[in-house]
């Protein structure tokens, strides 16, 4: 994949964070007040990604902390699945206006960092979270709703599983049975069904 000019290798997730942190490479640095590098375990088995950073996380510099990153804690404490615990990042590191889709030029100047935090973290699941980030990491992925609650064989052996993005579970509130909320309530569970089975030692699902 293509590297951004300013993004040579970097050592260690630090020295990366420093790199990205200061990153003018794309028309959304313009109007960012904070790169959301992302964070969580630097270990982690599972990274979560999602598209780019919202209102609150511009201004914080964090991912997921504003209403739909509330709604990821809630999906995550339904089974038990601490932040810590998990990587979480973006497509994109700087706020898109208005929070639009990304452009694609922008994907594709900024993901090498995700590449490169990809490579340090090392995760062996990656859950894409909503169709901007799905169709990115996996472009013959069908459509999110078609794709969501999937194990997908995709790099060697790291697995991605698609699910619906949290802003989205904010637009239908409904808990009932086909809803947004309910398949999503399915699909962490798989989630955490497979992080069960890594600790036993059992072989995990792919399609
Ligand atoms: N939506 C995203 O896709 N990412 C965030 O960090 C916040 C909202
Ligand atoms: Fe750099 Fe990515 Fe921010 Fe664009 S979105 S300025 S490529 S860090």
Request: net charge neutral.
């Amino acid at each position: 994949m293509k590297q951004s000019p300013d993004a040579p290798a970097a050592v260690t997730l630090e020295s990366l964070r420093s790199r990205v942190l200061s990153c003018t490479a794309c028309p959304l640095a313009a109007s960012r007040a904070n790169v959301v590098f992302g964070e969580g375990s630097p270990t982690a088995r599972v990274m979560f990604i999602g598209e780019g950073p919202g209102e609150v996380e511009d201004t914080t510099g964090r991912p997921f902390v504003g209403p739909a990153g509330q709604k990821l804690d809630e999906v995550l404490a339904s089974v038990g699945i601490a932040r810590e615990d998990v990587y979480i990042g973006n497509i994109v590191k700087c706020r898109p206006p208005g929070n639009r889709v990304p452009a694609r030029g922008e994907m594709e100047t900024c993901t090498p960092f995700l590449e490169a935090q990809i490579a340090l973290i090392q995760p062996l699941l990656v859950v894409a979270l909503g169709n901007t980030a799905t169709q990115w990491l996996k472009p013959d992925a069908p459509g999110i709703t078609q794709s969501r609650g999937t194990f997908y064989s995709w790099r060697g052996d790291i697995l991605l599983f698609p699910m619906f993005h949290p802003s989205y579970l904010l637009r239908y509130p409904s808990r009932d049975k086909g809803s947004p909320k309910y398949l999503t309530w399915l699909d962490i569970q798989k989630v955490k069904a497979w992080l069960a089975e890594r600790e036993s030692g059992a072989p995990a699902p792919a399609e």
